[in-house]
């Protein structure tokens, strides 16, 4: 059970922070048609590693059984992205779309919470989207991340921030709670490039390390997921 408790998040009554990373469905020259095997290997490798929170765009079954039984925390996201304000007539497809993702992954106890997608100009159907996932799951809570223009807050639970400052502003104080979806953001996603430039991410660890203690410090801050897990693979260099 993920409840919001002031500016808290509880699962099964105990206060949680999340060590996140921004997970994509992507292997070397493959793309995105992941091999079963990376799905299931993917949330053990993150939890070796000290994460306990992934964020995924949908994906396969074997992922979230995955994180299931390696004990790892995921949301589900709605597959919407940079979409300017869309018209009202794009509620029904909204609609269907979130049908497919409750059906696809509200069975599994690692997902606890939904996303109604990511840096989006909030319109309508958002709040449409917001009311009927609400009705079909009134459990967990919802937000969308980073949502620009004048949002329905009473509709989402908790803030999404993507890329707040060093100094995280007035988030260590904020009435409710802040998760940042995306922080952070690794130097550079491209093999190529650190090829080129060895040392880019020399400086990166010990910003992060500053950041990360301040967050864990700050009942309101949930924590975050940084962008990203994996390298992008470049062909030339596997």
Not at 143 to 171: I, K, S, T
């Amino acid at each position: 059970q993920t409840e919001v408790v002031g500016n808290q998040v509880k699962v099964n009554g105990m206060p949680i922070k999340v060590r996140g990373i921004l997970r994509f469905d992507q292997f070397k020259n493959e793309g995105s048609a992941v091999p079963e095997e990376i799905d299931v290997l993917d949330p053990i490798l993150f939890r070796n590693a000290n994460c306990n929170y992934l964020r995924s765009w949908p994906a396969s079954d074997s992922f979230y059984d995955s994180c299931d039984e390696a004990g790892v925390f995921v949301h589900g996201e709605m597959p919407i992205s940079f979409q300017g304000v869309v018209p009202e007539g794009t509620t029904e497809d909204f609609l269907k779309a979130a049908d497919e993702l409750l059906n696809h992954v509200r069975h599994h106890p690692s997902v606890i919470f939904w996303s109604l997608g990511n840096e989006s100009e909030w319109s309508q159907p958002f709040s449409e989207l917001a009311r009927y996932i609400r009705r079909q799951d009134p459990n967990r809570p919802i937000f969308e991340c980073q949502p620009f223009g004048n949002a329905e807050w009473p509709l989402l639970n908790l803030d999404a921030v993507h890329y707040p400052l060093l100094d995280l502003g007035g988030y260590t104080e904020w009435y409710r709670p802040v998760l940042f979806t995306e922080y952070h953001h690794v130097n550079t996603e491209s093999m190529a490039e650190n090829i080129r430039d060895p040392g880019v991410r020399d400086y990166w660890g010990g910003a992060f390390q500053i950041m990360w203690e301040k967050m864990y410090a700050a009942p309101s801050i949930l924590g975050g997921c940084v962008f990203a897990g994996v390298d992008y693979q470049d062909p030339q260099y596997g």
